[in-house]
């Protein structure tokens, strides 16, 4: 075979191209993790000892404002305020209430631990003055030059009532509050919290003074810093989320400057914090009604306060009356079925979009669903991945038939090509001009292989979507070595899948699903055709590598599924080309045994030619000993022509 050749072909590159290209591969992939990303590892990993250290010591950093009377670590909280709050469990949470402010401080989630070793519960609510602090508070305000006292921070509430409540379908918890303020104004407060994630608190005001008054019901959440999960990630929305008119409002922690404010004044809807995996959302009781909803974010560079609140319609209190304010509270996990149920139970417009579905809301959503249906019937997520991909292999297999029908087409076209690769090598405009009469001569579409790839990247990014967000997946464990399915897999390549007793850097850790992956995506390559650029050839050739280094650091969930996926697409395609009778080897590829036939069909093409020169030529009458050297020497030309071209396949 000629060194030109081999160029041709991107299953026999020079050796030189390959050893270059993957140490041009390691320079670069080495150069980032010590320019970037190790920096960026070694300064997260300090920040995590640190936090450590802290969480072991009970030591938290100073604030603005100083709370000395007041222990900073949640432990110490709860602890000197034992004898003030009133602790209850339901199916799903754990939650505590001071009676000092009654703010709704202390929620944790049941069976969602902060770590795979499950250790300690997350803890979605976490009491002022400590670390990440995190809480929900429901009260008035009153005008400017009001002299009525309101109950604030410091105000001990009366507990009326803590029941624990039997046999109702909406209510497995009430609590009420009671406070007088001395000027003749009763305050109550009555909280219930239902079987999943609801809490519904219902405030009122008994005027018993002389005088009429007028209050204004507000409800906020207020977090001290960012969530101690969050990732920042530019594919997910964490942060501030309302629903306002219709219309889904996305405010990023940092669009507004420290002391500025986002406010819609007299709009329908709800407003809240959206989490990777959990949401807390204020949302009005009548879905009509009106409200002023805001995101404010306060303190300082080294302190912020970030904000949502709801502030009701003015209430007239004229003497010896009685209002009531009623606001729900969701706290807890983005659970789609829950979500929806909220949706019809409460007239709640759109709250499912507490889970950020993305542009391709129409595929994430049902997907979405039949992921977490799937995950619930077969009692494991990992089997419900597998059998999704199955589903999405077969209904889309219709689309995908005519593309991988015209892959074959082209891929028993080969001989032909290449046949006219060797006439046309010097000239470019004839070679795409006889390829695309050989292409309409044939009836093939050489781009309707694009549809399968084009099919897939929706499928892809919204199955990304999928197993980013669903919460069924977190720390959610897989047959073999993976722990957490939202994460990626902890094997390493270069330490032989933890053979050798190193770890090795995080930029340079390509798992064994990674692995797995590009191996399935170079079989698949090595099934389709060939580009007849070779700069496209080589590229091609190089995908499962480059593939398997980028969804090294995705989720292992997302990988099982490419992985599965990419399996199916190769029997498919084994099928069909079978079925075509296109001659097809998985292990060694096809090309070869095509060029095998090939060599045939010009071994035949010469034989004819002999026996039509033998025919058109005088000499060939009258000397019938000479019938046999032509047919010789043919054949042996013919032969010396084919035997270079089929030996390098079969390597």
């Not at 101690?228 to 507004?256: C, Q, R, T, W």
Request: aromatic fraction near 12%; hydrophobic fraction near 40%.
């Amino acid at each position: 075979m000629s060194h030109h050749n081999m160029h041709n072909d991107p299953k026999q590159l020079p050796p030189s191209n390959i050893i270059i290209a993957v140490v041009l591969s390691l320079v670069i992939l080495i150069s980032f993790y010590f320019i970037f990303d190790k920096p960026r590892l070694e300064a997260l990993e300090a920040q995590k000892r640190a936090q450590k250290v802290m969480v072991e010591k009970n030591i938290e950093p100073a604030i603005e404002e100083p709370y000395e009377d007041i222990p900073h670590s949640r432990a110490e909280i709860l602890g000197a305020e034992h004898d003030m709050r009133i602790a209850f469990n339901t199916e799903h949470l754990n939650v505590s209430i001071s009676r000092q402010g009654s703010k709704l401080d202390d929620i944790s989630l049941v069976d969602y631990y902060t770590t795979t070793e499950k250790t300690e519960l997350v803890h979605l609510l976490t009491p002022e003055h400590g670390k990440k602090s995190y809480v929900a508070d429901f009260g008035w305000i009153a005008k400017q030059d009001s002299s009525i006292i309101l109950p604030d921070d410091k105000t001990i509430w009366k507990l009326v009532e803590n029941t624990s409540v039997q046999g109702d379908a909406e209510v497995a918890h009430r609590v009420i509050f009671s406070w007088d303020n001395g000027q003749g104004f009763l305050f109550k407060k009555h909280i219930t919290l239902d079987h999943d994630y609801m809490f519904t608190i219902t405030q009122s005001v008994t005027n018993n003074s002389n005088k009429t008054a007028s209050l204004y019901p507000y409800g906020l959440l207020s977090r001290n810093s960012l969530p101690i999960d969050y990732s920042g990630f530019f594919v997910l929305h964490e942060g501030p989320l309302a629903f306002i008119e219709d219309d889904l409002k996305e405010i990023d922690y940092n669009d507004i400057d420290i002391g500025e404010n986002e406010t819609y004044h007299e709009e329908k809807g709800w407003i809240g914090f959206t989490d990777k995996y959990w949401f807390t959302g204020l949302i009005p009781d009548n879905d009509n009604s009106r409200n002023t909803l805001r995101y404010l974010r306060t303190g300082t560079k080294d302190n912020q306060q970030y904000q949502t609140d709801i502030v009701g319609r003015e209430y007239i209190l004229p003497i010896d009356s009685t209002v009531n304010h009623t606001v729900r509270l969701y706290a807890g996990v983005k659970v789609l079925p829950i979500l929806q149920k909220y949706e019809e139970q409460y007239n709640i417009p759109n709250l499912e979009l507490a889970i950020d579905f993305g542009i391709y809301y129409f595929m994430t959503k049902p997907l979405f669903s039949l992921l977490t249906w799937l995950g619930t019937f077969f009692g494991h997520i990992g089997i419900g991945i597998i059998v999704l991909t199955i589903i999405l292999k077969t209904v889309t297999f219709p689309l995908s038939y005519k593309a991988y029908k015209s892959m074959a087409m082209v891929t028993k076209m080969q001989p032909k090509m290449n046949k006219i690769k060797e006439k046309y090598k010097g000239d470019r405009e004839k070679l795409q001009k006889a390829f695309m009469e050989l292409y309409q001569k044939e009836g093939v579409n050489p781009f309707s292989g694009c549809w399968p790839m084009l099919i897939q990247i929706p499928i892809f990014f919204s199955l990304y979507k999928v197993i980013l967000t669903n919460v069924m997946l977190r720390h959610a464990s897989f047959f073999g070595w993976i722990s957490d399915l939202s994460d990626k897999d902890p094997t390493s390549l270069l330490n032989l899948f933890g053979l050798l007793p190193f770890n090795t850097p995080a930029m340079l850790t390509i798992g064994a699903w990674p692995c797995l992956m590009g191996l399935s995506m170079y079989f698949l390559n090595r099934m389709s055709p060939k580009p007849t650029d070779p700069t496209q050839a080589m590229i091609k050739n190089y995908f499962p590598y480059l593939f398997a280094v980028m969804l090294a650091r995705f989720a292992s969930g997302l990988v099982i599924y490419w992985t599965i996926s990419n399996l199916l697409t190769i029997l498919q395609q084994y099928i069909i080309m079978k079925r075509m009778g296109v001659p097809i080897s998985i292990i060694r590829g096809h090309l070869g045994h095509l060029d095998k036939k090939d060599d045939e069909e010009e071994d035949d093409d010469s034989q004819e030619k002999v026996e039509s020169d033998k025919e058109t030529k005088p000499k060939a009458k009258t000397k019938p000993k000479s019938k046999s050297k032509p047919k010789a020497k043919a054949a042996d030309s013919t032969k010396t022509k084919a035997k270079p071209k089929s030996k390098p396949k079969k390597v």
